[in-house]
């Protein structure tokens, strides 16, 4: 338990009649509750809140840590629109999700593309190369900031620690949607961070692969090449003003949890991952992609396996072979199906 958590359940346990919001007065969950006193405001925190997010920043070595309770995607819109200037042009990977887009449609950016090479095999993107932001800052040299998915919904890694310090060397920041590397950076098996690869300001979901509820992310910063002061009033304008002190509390939890483990407890992990691949490949039909795949070429981070269909199949076919076999995957594709595992698979 966090101590987020303790703090509002000691204000739940003074049993005082609720006069304030939200509706439900308790019945629902007696910690559902809103800014009363002592208990913080999320978008200027002094206490408890603050607190918290300090918590999430010493454990992902941030200087700054702000909690999304809209998910990554406010964390997106906030560090894209701190960034950059209104109509600012920003080089990003094309595959970039679509509150980017979003991002770039309210703030008028001019986009220029970074394009992702794509697994020979089931056609997957593998990530943004150095050699390819090398030639989009070069071929658009008046770019004002670059924006990455490091690691991609497949788990693939750009070359993130050498862009970083291209992108540096030209005085400009680099933003990172890394929502699927929340784990990433605390133990042997996974890649570094995007923070400890470079990153100005990243973004991360707890909820997409560590235990937390959906819509819980971080966003994190290093440096000063963006200004902190913009990223809170860029986070005020996206963010609810309502923010749910249950979501709030699980991010903290989490915080702790992961705090807590050791590097027997991912070993463990990397113990029953290997296990799960072999009752996998039990099954026929597959070519399965994953970080403890044979032979050369990049592979996905340890969470992400992809199964790729050889017998004719497609992706749809058997991901109805999956669920009557009484599994669920994350993504179905014709050439493939994508599943995640984490730390609290069992």
Not at 186 to 197: E, G, I, T, Y
Not at 227 to 250: D, G, I, K, R
Request: proline share 5%.
């Amino acid at each position: 338990m966090g101590k987020l958590r303790e703090a509002l359940e000691a204000y739940a346990a003074r049993g005082l009649r609720s006069f304030h919001t939200p509706g439900h007065k308790g019945k629902f969950d007696p910690i559902d509750l809103t800014e009363l006193p002592g208990l913080d405001d999320l978008h200027a925190p002094t206490g408890i809140l603050k607190e918290a997010q300090e918590r999430a920043a010493a454990l992902y070595g941030a200087d700054r840590a702000w909690y999304l309770v809209n998910g990554s995607t406010v964390g997106v819109l906030t560090a894209l629109s701190a960034a950059l200037p209104a109509g600012g042009k920003l080089l990003m990977q094309r595959e970039s999700h679509r509150c980017a887009y979003n991002t770039a449609m309210l703030r008028g950016f001019e986009k220029y593309y970074l394009e992702t090479e794509r697994e020979a095999g089931c056609g997957a993107g593998l990530g943004v190369t150095l050699a390819e932001v090398r030639r989009g800052l070069s071929e658009y040299p008046d770019i004002q900031a670059v924006f990455l998915t490091s690691p991609n919904y497949e788990g693939f890694s750009a070359e993130l620690k050498e862009i970083a310090e291209l992108v540096h060397s030209r005085e400009l920041p680099l933003i990172v949607d890394a929502a699927h590397g929340a784990h990433f950076g605390f133990d042997s098996l996974h890649p570094a961070s995007a923070l400890q690869c470079g990153a100005d300001l990243a973004v991360v979901s707890l909820h997409k692969t560590l235990p937390s509820p959906t819509q819980t992310a971080l966003l994190l910063q290093k440096g000063d090449r963006i200004e902190a002061a913009a990223v809170q009033e860029w986070l005020s304008v996206y963010q609810s003003t309502s923010p749910s002190y249950l979501l709030m509390a699980a991010m903290d939890d989490c915080i702790e949890y992961v705090s807590k483990l050791t590097e027997e407890d991912w070993e463990a992990y990397r113990r029953w991952r290997l296990a799960f691949r072999k009752e996998l490949e039990a099954l026929p039909g597959l070519r399965i992609l994953d970080a403890f795949s044979e032979g050369e070429g990049p592979k996905p981070e340890p969470g992400k396996i992809l199964l790729c269909p050889t017998d004719g199949r497609s992706g749809e076919e058997l991901a109805e072979e999956l669920r009557r076999r009484g599994m669920e995957p994350e993504l179905v594709l014709p050439a493939y199906v994508l599943l995640i595992t984490t730390v609290a698979d069992r």
